[in-house]
């Protein structure tokens, strides 16, 4: 989990630092507005705030933190298979972002499953 933890630093800050090449690298790029671009950084905050929070835990509240990852991912993989099947998001961009959230959502889940009792 400190893996994936790290990932959502690195892709957070990305997106903070640069939301243009973010999108770019999510295969949204020709669709960039500066609302966008808001909305990128405001998505890469919350990624920089789990995965610190998480790292920064001791084993009780890692407990905790790995719940909340699995209810953003788990949200976030919901939204965009609902995009995917609106088909108002280009599809290969939407398919990689599921791709990617719902990795982490079955992360989540087996790190939850295999934890031990508090």
Known sequence: MEMAASGRIVWGTLAL???GLNMKLAGMGHRETPEL????????SRAVALGV???????AARRRWRRLCLLVDACDTAAGLVHL???DVPRPAAAALVAITGTYAALDTLATRTEPSA
């Open 17 to 19: 630092a640069a939301p």
């Open 37 to 44: 671009r808001y909305m990128i950084r405001i998505f890469g």
């Open 53 to 59: 929070g998480y790292l920064l835990s001791d084993p």
């Open 85 to 87: 099947a609106r088909g």
